[in-house]
């Protein structure tokens, strides 16, 4: 079995992508939110320095808060401001004021530039990088986002005088810490992944378990074990309700199958009797010279024999069309009683030859349907009713409309069958009659309720032993 | 030899009846199983062919039947061929089967091997003395030359050597050597005793006087 296409396998496939899909997407989402904090927190940090590098620059030199013109509106610096005063004495007080944050040129630790207007450096810090290019921004009291430098993350403000602060740290050990993050979530993730994989492949496993019992068991029936079932393990679940399914599917192919060996058992042993006759027939009269009147009784041995097995292949031909349902029945409208009265007259000799008294009670009765077919029907119910009748017996036949539908009973007076045979009447080569001797093939009605059926009627039998039986065809009327 | 033909259909009867009649068997029949079963237990047979489906009384249950009283060989005639009938035939009793359609050489092949076997005979040839007895071929010779015996002689004979060392009764014979339907007179199988003893030799059978026949 090929791996794609094996159900598990696209299963366990589909199911470990979106699991990854799944991971992949928290992981991301907690590396971001962690990041995020972090830089937050170094801006933050830095955002203290550009403002206490801000307030430095212009709060010292400590003028008089009041009636100093150019701190009562912000904004509107005078252009006049001579750089100087932003120079040594003013960053000595912010290193003092903010010490923590500008110590020593520690690459951990902040560094600050400042640029005056025109582009040209005010001061900068000892651990500031030298070089430093200086951002572009438009002038703006607003912070900037910050800009990433290598593994230097700067923020820079544009003072409301003109001057542009930027304060910047090194963020290798951030970076080293979120990379950390990062290894640690993905452990985790393929942890919860190699889990999560194995604990679907079980299920997985443990769910296809049954279709690998139903397949199982397909494949022995396949090969010709029909008496093969599905263990059906747990019967609730969908699977269990189709092994059940199936196993009652594989019952009645079992049944179906034995059947039709059966019949064709059935139809060879029917074969063999008349092939022995000719057989010895031929074989006695072939041993030596013989009288014409011998050979003359021989042919018409073989004559019976060869005309029993020919009304014998007319039979299986006729069930195995009707099975087929290749036989369509012709649907014409036409009237029944016609049909019967027909069939009376053409089986009185048989009836007048076995003493056998014929009576019929006809109501005329269109009915939908093939009139040859359904003759046939009622040639081979009076057949048996004559047949199985006793000397000087009766049969009575009778047509009539019941509630819409064509009733014809066909009853005897003979020896009735036996509540044991009853329900077995209209199997294939089921006789009452064990031997032969009345020469019948035993499909004569097996054909009589094929015929019924596909007409869309039914037939029906009843019997009492010694008193007589009686079959009633119903039929739909047209 | 005589046989009982049990087989309900006609045709099969009348030529299975003329085929055995021409091997010079003394053939009954019956048409049904209840017939077959009644002269089944009431004359010893030689052998019974018997089918299985039978009206009245099938096959299965005449062999049931016989078996409790009598040895009697019985060769089953059937139309199925599954090896589970074949074992059910077996073990119910019957000596040997044949499955219809059939060869008439096959049938008569099967009979004289059971009828040798009731004898508890191993071959198709018996001698006695300087007298050799083919089953098979049905001719006797004496010494290595063929000799003429009509079919109710060399049936006499076949009989007798069959049983050697038993004394037959006269009616044993008539049961054995004529069927149901001829008329047996007493003087005829005297007849068939002397013209016997004419072409084989005066010793050839003795007669055991108030008892019957007797090859020695």
Known sequence: MKIFNSIKWRLQIWYGLILVAVLAGLGIAAYELERGKTYRQVDGEMMRGVNSIANALHDTPPHPPNGDPRFDRPGEFPEDRPPE??????????????????????TNSFYFVVWKRDGSELVHSTNAPTKLPQPEHQPSPEPQPPRMRGMFREISIVTPPGEMILVGCSIASEV???????????GFGGIILFFGLAGGWWFVSRALRPIENISAAAVKISAGDLSQRINVAEAESELGQLAAVLNSTFARLEAAFAQQQQFTSDAAHELRTPVSVML???????????????????VEACQRAAQRMRRLIESLLALARLDAGQEQMKRLDFDLSNTVSDCVELIRPLADGRGVKISAELQPLEISGDSERLAQVVMNLLTNAIQYNLPDGEARVKLESQNGMAVLTVSDTGAGISAEDLPRVFERFYRVDKSRSTGGNGLGLAIAKAIVEAHGGTIEVSSEENVGTTFTVRLPAA | MRILVVEDEPDLLRSLTQALREEDYAVDTAADGEDGFYK??????????????????????????LRKIKKTPVLMLTARDQSRDRVRGLDTGADDYVVKPFDLSELFARLRALIRRSANKTTNVIEIGEVKID???RNVSLKEKPVE???REYALVEFLALHRGEVVTRTQLYEHLFDENESSLSNLLDVHVSNVRKKLGSEFIVTRRGHGYCIE
């Open chain 1, 85 to 106: 005063e932003l120079s040594g004495e003013n960053f000595r007080l912010l290193h003092l004021r903010d010490q923590t944050l500008f110590i020593g040129n520690d």
């Open chain 1, 176 to 186: 080293k810490e979120l990379r950390l993050t990062a290894l640690k979530l993905a």
């Open chain 1, 280 to 298: 010895t027939q031929t074989q006695t009269a072939l041993n030596r010279e013989r009288e014409a009147a011998d050979y003359k009784q021989t």
């Open chain 2, 40 to 65: 089944a237990e009431n004359y010893d047979y030689d052998a019974i062919v018997l089918d299985v489906m039978l009206p009245k009384m099938d096959g299965w249950e005449i062999l049931k039947r």
């Open chain 2, 135 to 137: 089953t098979a071929l």
């Open chain 2, 149 to 151: 015996l009509t079919a």
